[in-house]
């Protein structure tokens, strides 16, 4: 998908704004809290800090993408130990977990 953007835009705020994905959220913007965390070819990075420019041509997953499918024993398992608490920054930690969860899978 193609955005009309400033390179040096924050990708968190094309995926926000520009896609209307909304699942990714901001939070403390200087890459601390995780609220914002995306995939990006396979990586979890903090898209508050990381520019349209730095997400150009590369497959990425915000947790909408994630949570509809890719990995239902995580999923499961988040909901059977309690992990969900408000929700604002659950889909970071999602995100984050699934990519922790991936690399262990292939190494």
Do not use: N
């Not at 901001?26 to 609220?35: D, H, N, P, R, V």
Request: with cysteine; net charge negative.
């Amino acid at each position: 998908m193609q955005v009309d953007v400033d390179p040096e835009t924050p990708l968190l705020w094309v995926i926000r704004e520009e896609l209307g994905l909304t699942g990714t959220k901001y939070g403390c913007g200087m890459a601390l809290c995780g609220a914002c965390t995306v995939h990006l070819d396979g990586e979890a990075i903090r898209s508050c800090v990381a520019t349209c420019a730095a997400g150009s041509g590369q497959a990425s997953d915000d947790d909408r993408g994630f949570v509809e499918g890719s990995e239902p024993s995580l999923q499961r398992a988040w909901i059977e130990i309690d992990v969900p608490q408000c929700g604002y920054a659950s889909p970071g930690k999602i995100m984050s977990a699934a990519c922790c969860w991936r690399k262990t899978e292939t190494d």
